[in-house]
Every structure is written in structure tokens, then in C-alpha cells.
């Protein structure tokens, strides 16, 4: 945490060390962070209000999320009520239609970047693996977070926007499960319970949001809805009372 001398404005300081920088080989990827992420204005996702760096590490100084990670909301509570969940996925899937409305791709949507405000509201934050596509244009990288990774990305194949809409898919089993839903003992495990996108809900789990969650967690990218089609979901419409 940190305040503006001239402003007194609270913001949020993420340091990252020179040496870390250049032992990992991060520059272009730092360099497209801050280019993505600073571009990018919504209610839902934390703003970049700028950076400076000095010998010893570069500092992006971004919107203060007064109640920090919603991972650490989840931790405490252990899993949340639906209607607390739907509410926090609806604010994720607006800030990821807009997001892919600017070609940007996040590629690590999980409770860790995910930031609670004062007011309760999540913003999307953490665009360190995000990227930016052409029209019809795909990316074969693997990365992000593993219980979190699409099928195409674990089978090395191309991929679109569609890998956003399934780790949301996860988030949302996450949030009203405790756990996400491919997590296993073994990384082998993990990749194989992704790639037959094997699913199992315990009974305490509507069937609204069963089927809300399997949508998104379709083996085929192409059949898994948009962020335009997802908004209107009945279970995101049943405990969201803003319209669209």
C-alpha cells in the first residue's frame, strides 16, 4: 500500500525485482503486461494508474483493493453461498467480455487475481500472462495456473478466447465447491480428468448452476458460450439484479 504525495490517493505498489526480471528472462513479457494492462478501463477489472522502475526493481502502481485476494475470501469462508458466487462471476464475466471485446486474452483467471474492493465488488487483476490476438488468429502457449488449464492448452493445441470461458467455468465450481474441480494428488492425474473434462458435483449444487459450469466445461472449445451469451444465463440472472 502506498498514497500519492500530491493526490493522497491510495494505490497498490506490485514490485517486481530486476534480478527476477533478468534471471527469468520476464522483459517482453513485463513489457506486454504493462502494455495490455494499462490500456484497459472497466468496473471490473483494477486499474493500472502507471510504473517506474530504478536499478533495484519495476513498480506498477495499481488500484487498492482494500479487501485483498478473494482466494483468501474463499480460504476463510471455505466455499461460498451461490448467490455470493454468481455475483462474483458475474462481475469476472463482464470484465472478461470486455477484455476479449479488445482482442485481450487474460489465461489465469483463478481466486488469486481475482481483488475485493471495499464495497465487496471483484475486479480482474494480474494480466502478467494475458495477450493480445488478431481476428482469427490463435496462440499454442502453455500457461497459467494447472487445475485451471483448458484442454487445448494441455493437449498443445491452438487455442482462442474459449480458454478464458473455461477457467471461468472452474472458477465457478471453485467458489461454491471449495475446491477446483480437476484438482488431484498427482499433476498426471490433473491433466487426464482435464483432457476427458470429467465432472462431478456434490449434491449441495444446483442444478441451474451444473448447468451453468458444464457449459463452460466443454471439452470443445467452439461449444462453450461466449462472455455475451454467458451474462444471460439464468443462474447469473437469478442472483445478479443489474441488467445487461
Keep these: 500500500m502506498a498514497r500519492e504525495r500530491t493526490s493522497k490517493k491510495i494505490v497498490a505498489i506490485k514490485v517486481i525485482y530486476q534480478k527476477e526480471i533478468k534471471s527469468k528472462n520476464l522483459i517482453t513479457q513485463l513489457k506486454r503486461e504493462v502494455e495490455i494492462h494499462s490500456r484497459l ?3 471490473n477489472v483494477v486499474r493500472m494508474e502507471g510504473y517506474f522502475y530504478d536499478a533495484q526493481a519495476v513498480y506498477l502502481v495499481l488500484e487498492y483493493a482494500h479487501k485483498g485476494e478473494l482466494y483468501k475470501v474463499l480460504q476463510a469462508q471455505g466455499r461460498l453461498a451461490e448467490s455470493q458466487a454468481a455475483k462474483h462471476v458475474m462481475e469476472v464475466a463482464r470484465a472478461l467480455r470486455y477484455c476479449h471485446s479488445k482482442g485481450v486474452i487474460h ?9 475485493v474492493m471495499e464495497d465487496g465488488t471483484v475486479k480482474l487483476g494480474d494480466f502478467g500472462w494475458a495477450v493480445v490476438i488478431e481476428e482469427d488468429t490463435r496462440r499454442q502457449t502453455l500457461c497459467g495456473t494447472l487445475d485451471y488449464l483448458p484442454p487445448e492448452m494441455v493437449m498443445e493445441q491452438e487455442y482462442g478466447p474459449e480458454v478464458d470461458a473455461w477457467s471461468l467455468g472452474v472458477l465457478a465450481y471453485e467458489l461454491i465447491v ?3 474441480c480437476f484438482e488431484t494428488q498427482s499433476n498426471e492425474a490433473t491433466f487426464t480428468k482435464i483432457t476427458t ?7 449441495h449444487v444446483s442444478q441451474e448452476a451444473q448447468s451453468f459450469i458444464s457449459s463452460l466445461l466443454h471439452k470443445d472449445p467452439s461449444k462453450r458460450p461466449t462472455m455475451n451469451q454467458l451474462v444471460v444465463h439464468p443462474w447469473l440472472a437469478r442472483h445478479n439484479t443489474t441488467t445487461e
Design 41 to 43: 478501463r472497466h468496473e
Design 107 to 115: 489465461r489465469d483467471i483463478k481466486p488469486e487475481n481475482l481483488l
Design 178 to 180: 471449495g475446491y477446483p
Design 197 to 203: 473434462a470429467e465432472l462431478q458435483f456434490p449434491s
